[in-house]
């Protein structure tokens, strides 16, 4: 059993910067890519950035480049997504993924944590 948490979700004027973790525990075993993708109400969860086991190779949205940041700390297990020059269309909930394997992909894993509020202001 694979569980996944997300932390760090709020509230923010446009133009701010939140920083979002995720903590990956139990059978975590191999290597695995992590990722977060979001989803606005009535719209699809979409990919938003995704990291490989070591690090070395990240996948970022279109609209995300530049602005948010995926990094991981492996002997914490954790995932973070920085977010900064936040626009009021960031608002969604921002899920935490897991997937096995190596590489990077927009592809979600079948492990994900229960979703974080972020909301930005105008």
């Given at each position: ?10 509230m ?17 075993v ?50 973070h ?18 997937r ?23």
């Amino acid at each position: 059993q694979v569980h996944v948490v997300e932390s760090g979700g709020g509230m923010v004027q446009a133009g701010g910067s939140l920083r979002l973790s995720c903590a990956a525990s139990g059978r975590t075993v191999g290597n695995y890519a992590m990722g977060w993708f979001r989803q606005a109400p009535g719209k699809e969860r979409e990919f938003v950035a995704a990291i490989t086991w070591s690090g070395a190779s990240t996948l970022y949205a279109d609209s995300m480049e530049g602005r948010f940041t995926i990094s991981r700390d492996n002997a914490k297990n954790t995932v973070h997504l920085q977010m900064n020059s936040l626009k009021p269309e960031d608002t969604a909930v921002y899920y935490c993924n897991l997937r096995p394997g190596v590489g990077v992909t927009t592809t979600p894993g079948n492990y994900w944590g229960q979703g974080t509020q972020v909301t930005v202001s105008s």
